[in-house]
């Protein structure tokens, strides 16, 4: 079955203690991404990855961090989490998205609770 | 920057009825558009996908447009059913993507 994987689907943490929400995909996906969403302001673009170790800043990198050292792993890494961090982060991967385009595939969403 | 927009944000109809929901983008020049549907404590769930070159695509009973001259994208649900309560998203791509904050549908049996 074709699956996006995210893990942990829930956390609480403090601020400033380093964590990594993983995410693996078994589709053989080029484009990989992720994504927060916050009411009123719909889903936002962290970071993508066209390629393995290709990657590239989306909408709203700042604070993150992520790597992609396998086709099918594309973790983020929040070195210093803040409170503004709080959100739900959702990863995605589909083939590449330009020229004939295909449909993404949304992991179930990971809640993140910085206090 | 591309800004995505939809409207309405929320909407109620009787079972049974069509309905068209609607989503504008600022910068034409996109390689397609995306149509999703979240449920609550879900993912999104890819609906239709429109290439730049096309005008409209089918699925069952939910048709998608795409007007990129006028910046426009209309998703037509027929027959709507309570199962089709959800919130539905619209996504644009040019260089990344971009998503609209969506509308939520209730369909009241």
């Known amino acids: ?115 | 920057k591309q800004e995505v927009t939809q409207i309405p944000a929320a909407l109620s109809v009787p079972e049974g009825e069509n309905l068209v929901l609607n989503c504008s983008f600022t910068d034409s020049a996109i390689y397609n558009l995306q149509w999703f549907r979240q449920d609550p404590g879900k993912g999104l769930t890819s609906l239709l996908l429109i290439q730049s070159s096309q005008r409209e695509q089918t699925s069952g009973r939910l048709n998608a447009s795409l007007d990129k001259s006028s910046g426009r994208s209309t998703l037509y649900i027929a027959a709507s059913q309570p199962g089709d309560s959800a919130t539905y998203l619209c996504a644009a791509f040019g260089n990344q993507f971009y998503f609209g904050t969506g509308t939520s549908l209730t369909v009241i049996p």
């Open chain 1, 1 to 115: 079955e074709a699956q996006v994987t995210q893990n942990p689907r829930y956390l609480i943490t403090v601020t400033g203690k380093k964590l990594t929400v993983t995410c693996s995909q078994n589709m053989n996906h080029e484009y990989m991404s992720w994504y927060r969403q916050d009411p009123g302001l719909g889903l936002r673009q962290i970071y993508y990855s066209m390629n393995v170790e290709v990657t590239d800043k989306g909408d709203v990198p700042e604070g993150y961090k992520v790597s992609r050292k396998e086709k099918r792993n594309f973790p983020l890494i929040l070195e210093s989490p803040s409170p503004n961090q709080t959100s739900l982060y959702f990863c995605a991967s589909s083939a590449l998205p330009g020229g004939e385009g295909q449909p993404q595939h949304f992991g179930d969403g990971t809640r993140l609770s910085i206090l």
